[in-house]
C-alpha cells in the first residue's frame, strides 16, 4: 500500500491535480514537524494490515476463482466501505476554502486505484499458497 501510495502520487494524482501539494501547504493541515504528522507514513501499513485481517476472518468471495477477479472485487468493496464514505464527510465538513473539491475527489479516485490494487495483491499472495 504505501508503495502504490508513493507511485500514485509521483504520476497520475500529480498530473490530475497539479497543484496538490500547494493545498497540502496552504495551512489546512498540520505541520511535518507535528508528531501525530507522523502518522501519514504509518496509515498505508495499517490499512493493509486491516484489510488483510478482514480477509483472512471472513474470505469474501469465495466462489470466486479468478484471484485477480476476487481481488478487484475485495478492494472495491474494502474502498467502498473504508474510504468512500470518510470522503463523502470531508465533502461535507471542510470548507472549499481550506480543502478542494478537486482534492477529495482525486483522494478519492487515488483510494479506490489502491485498495483494487491492494486488493489484487493480498489475494494473490494468501490465495497463491
Known amino acids: 500500500m504505501a508503495i502504490l501510495g508513493f507511485i500514485s502520487q509521483a504520476t497520475w494524482v ?33 490499512v493493509a494490515l486491516i484489510m488483510s ?11 470466486i476463482k479468478s ?16 474510504t ?13 476554502d481550506m480543502v478542494s473539491e478537486k482534492t477529495i475527489l482525486v483522494w478519492t479516485l487515488d483510494g479506490l486505484v489502491k485498495a483494487v490494487l491492494g486488493g489484487i495483491a493480498l489475494v494473490y499472495i494468501i490465495d497463491k499458497k
Open 84 to 96: 468512500l464514505p470518510g470522503m463523502l464527510m470531508t465533502l461535507s465538513s471542510f470548507s472549499p
Open 67 to 82: 484471484i485477480y477477479k476476487k481481488g478487484a472485487y475485495y478492494g472495491f468493496v474494502f474502498w467502498l466501505i473504508g
Open 53 to 63: 485481517l478482514v480477509y483472512l476472518w471472513f474470505n469474501p468471495f469465495q466462489k
Open 14 to 46: 500529480s498530473t490530475l491535480h497539479p497543484t496538490l501539494m500547494q493545498e497540502y501547504q496552504s495551512g489546512a493541515y498540520r505541520a511535518w514537524s507535528d508528531p501525530l504528522m507522523s502518522y501519514v507514513f504509518v496509515h498505508p501499513f495499517v
